[in-house]
Antibody, heavy 117, light 113 residues
């Protein structure tokens, strides 16, 4: 069974760094791209970026390029989303999802990130 | 970027009646070499992650009731729920996966009238 287990909710201050995770199981991690999707409070879905865990090839939305970094560690079957300096506007739910082969068929439960002074 | 525009933004339909949601892409999402439309529909209920219900514009996912159907090609697509049930209350999103960034529509909130 394909599962994506995301790390727990985070409360951070503006300017702090953060890395959230998405641990995959039930399939060969390197065979499918994994994407990240943002959902701000009460708002719609925004596609952020995807990564090929096999070779770490990435694609970013222009809206998120330079704002976040995605990565993957094959040894632990985990994808990451990283901010070097959080802003209040980063407050949102973040979902990871596995492409299969391109559509997002499998989703994590979401990680709520709250950024507040 | 390919812009996906859904209509309406919200919709109230009586139980047992038909619900129709439209999605328009700013450019084609039909890949001519394989004649596939790179378009999916997702259902999101409160407090849950989205769930893929239709892929390739018209292929219903396993376990999705047959009252859900997808149609359209090129730039214009439709999600139809033939007989609305209470459990269908949700926000529905279309997404193009023709070219990155794989953009979503703004969502359509479906409620019971």
């Amino acid at each position: 069974e394909v599962q994506l287990e995301q790390s727990g909710a985070e409360v951070k201050k503006p300017g702090e760094s953060l890395k959230i995770s998405c641990k995959a199981s039930g399939y060969r991690f390197t065979s499918y791209w994994i994407g990240w999707v943002r959902q701000m409070p009460g708002k719609g879905l925004e596609w952020m970026a995807i990564i090929n865990p096999g070779d770490s090839d990435t694609r970013y939305s222009p809206s998120f390029q330079g704002q976040v970094t995605i990565s993957a560690d094959k040894s632990v079957s985990t994808a990451y989303l990283h901010w070097s300096s959080l802003e209040a506007s980063d407050t949102a739910m973040y979902f990871c999802a596995r492409q299969s082969p391109i559509e997002l068929r499998y989703w994590g439960q979401g990680t709520l990130v709250t950024v507040s002074a | 970027d390919i812009v996906m525009t859904q209509s309406p933004d919200s919709l109230a339909v009586s139980l047992g009646e038909r619900a129709t949601i439209n999605c328009k892409a700013s450019q084609t999402v039909l890949y001519s070499s394989n004649n596939n439309n790179y378009l999916g529909w997702y259902q999101q209920k409160p407090g849950q992650p989205p769930k893929l219900i239709i892929s390739w514009a018209s292929t219903r996912e396993s376990g999705v009731p047959d009252r859900f159907s997808g149609s359209g090609s090129g730039t214009d697509f439709t999600l139809t729920i033939s007989s609305l049930q209470a459990e269908d209350v949700a926000v529905y999103y279309c997404q193009q996966y023709y070219r990155p960034p794989y953009t979503f529509g703004q969502g359509t909130k479906l409620e019971i009238k």
